[in-house]
T-cell receptor, first 111, second 117 residues
């Protein structure tokens, strides 16, 4: 394990469903991130949280809604997704900008 | 905004061959540079990173990278590859902050490396 735990590992959801992805870090880091990894595209940064405050939102559609209740937990709430949102969603944490640890990801399939 | 370009999308080598994967970035300020590896079915793992100091950085598993500021490059090298090096390799960059704070990594598209026994 990396110290960053993501659940679930796999998720299949319909376009009208609402689901949430969870990320927990056990490293004492002060920043957390959501990335999207899809085939034939670079890893895309979605959201950045520093000390539980959102500091960056990279033009992500509103059907993705992040939540960071404390410095150890990060959620990504999903609703009315599209098939093109199917991807591997990665969570990462860091202490400032000097060391990033990634989770194993949630493989999301939208049907 | 910064961007990262990895020149080789697919590389096939035989065991014991030497490896060099190209990475160039564009950004007007000071950056931190990273190489990550993703083995099949596994999470991203840090190979090495450059923040400051000696531009030749040594990482895990015999990998090294050289930061050439004038060329905005951070190429990854390994003198003799093994079958177990088969994986996806990603170059990444972020903005270097002196006062702390968060900044996400900007990744290249990755290089799929296949080592043939």
């Amino acid at each position: 394990e990396t110290g960053v735990t993501q659940t679930p590992r796999h998720l299949v959801m319909g376009m009208t469903n609402k689901k949430s992805l969870k990320c927990e870090q056990h490293l004492g880091h002060n920043a957390m991130y959501w990335y999207k990894q899809s085939a034939k595209k670079p890893l895309e940064l979605m959201f950045v949280y520093s000390l539980e405050e959102r500091v960056e939102n990279n033009s992500v559609p509103s059907r993705f809604s992040p939540e960071c209740p404390n410095s150890s937990h990060l959620f990504l709430h999903l609703h009315t997704l599209q098939p093109e949102d199917s991807a591997l969603y990665l969570c990462a944490s860091s202490q400032d900008t000097y060391g990033y640890t990634f989770g194993s990801g949630t493989r999301l399939t939208v049907v | 905004a910064q961007s990262v370009s990895q020149h080789n999308h697919h590389v096939i080598l035989s065991e014991a061959a030497s490896l060099e994967l190209g990475c160039n970035y564009s950004y007007g300020g000071t950056v931190n540079l990273f190489w990550y590896v993703q083995y099949p079915g596994q999470h991203l793992q840090l190979l090495l990173k450059y923040f400051s100091g000696d531009p030749l950085v040594k990482g895990i598993k015999g990998f090294e990278a050289e930061f050439i500021k004038s060329k905005f490059s951070f190429n990854l090298r390994k003198p003799s590859v093994q079958w177990s090096d088969t994986a996806e390799y990603f170059c990444a960059v972020n903005r270097a902050y002196s006062g702390g704070g968060a900044d996400g990594l900007t990744f290249g598209k990755g290089t799929h490396l296949i080592i043939q026994p």
